[in-house]
């Protein structure tokens, strides 16, 4: 989820080894956080409007971090998880935007991606930000307090539709081995009723995308980048299935 990738993924795997340290050694306590620039239902989207070049069709846009960017792809352009989005979209729809920041937590996304986001005039909407805050061991309710802001401006500034992933289990991941599994777990936990919450506060237009239930095929070794964190291109296609099977579900027209 040009950049230059690769010294992104040493300073993010740098921080994860820390924050591996220190699930085990000491309680999570909040991080300080960077100061801020000031069921689901089955119901279709609206109908695709025409957006600021004129084309009609489905306007995507992702919001995210290093795994929106793709970092751990061969080819991140193309196998990030939302360009296989993208690569779905039906005929006549623009080219989907990225704005995806590795290393971005959420509230660094409030105010670098967000206003992006709503100056595309999107309907459809990816977000997934939530392992960085984790590992940085941010307090559930700043987490929260941050990913609310993103998701009520996208409610009340755009007429997009908002698929808002939740966290793996991420304890088989290769990166984690040293971690306190149970406090990793019971972390895991408090963010995605977070997130649960933050969307049922707009059902009709949040939905959350699952990606913990039955999540062991997302962190097995084939689908877990040399890196030992991010996702590898059968990993990112994985994610991509589950984001796909969940604007579906929403009536967003992909294409198989």
């Not at 995308?209 to 296609?237: C, I, K, N, R």
């Amino acid at each position: 989820m040009g950049k230059t990738i690769v010294p992104m993924w040493k300073c993010e795997l740098a921080v994860v080894t820390v924050i591996c340290a220190a699930f085990v050694a000491c309680s999570a306590a909040p991080a300080a956080q960077p100061s801020p620039t000031r069921g689901p239902t089955t119901s279709p989207i609206s109908a695709p409007t025409a957006t600021a070049a004129g084309s009609s069709g489905i306007k995507y846009v992702a919001i995210g971090a290093s795994d929106t960017v793709g970092v751990g792809a061969n080819d991140p352009a193309k196998a990030s998880w939302p360009a296989l989005v993208a690569a779905r979209l039906p005929a006549g729809s623009p080219p989907y935007t990225n704005l995806g920041v590795a290393g971005s937590l959420a509230l660094q996304a409030v105010s670098q991606q967000l206003p992006g986001a709503i100056a595309q005039r999107p309907n459809v909407i990816s977000v997934w930000l939530a392992v960085n805050d984790l590992n940085a061991t941010i307090e559930p309710a700043s987490f929260a307090d941050s990913l609310r802001q993103i998701i009520e401006g996208l409610v009340q500034k755009t007429g997009a539709t908002i698929f808002v992933g939740n966290v793996p289990d991420l304890r088989a991941v290769p990166v984690y081995a040293g971690a306190d599994k149970a406090r990793l777990l019971a972390g895991i936990q408090a963010y995605n009723d977070a997130i649960a919450a933050i969307a049922a506060r707009n059902p009709d237009r949040v939905k959350v995308v699952d990606l913990f239930t039955g999540s062991a095929a997302l962190v097995s070794t084939g689908t877990v980048s040399q890196d030992g964190f991010h996702p590898s291109d059968e990993g990112y296609l994985l994610i991509a299935e589950r984001f796909a099977s969940a604007m579906r579900a929403s009536g967003v027209p992909l294409r198989p």
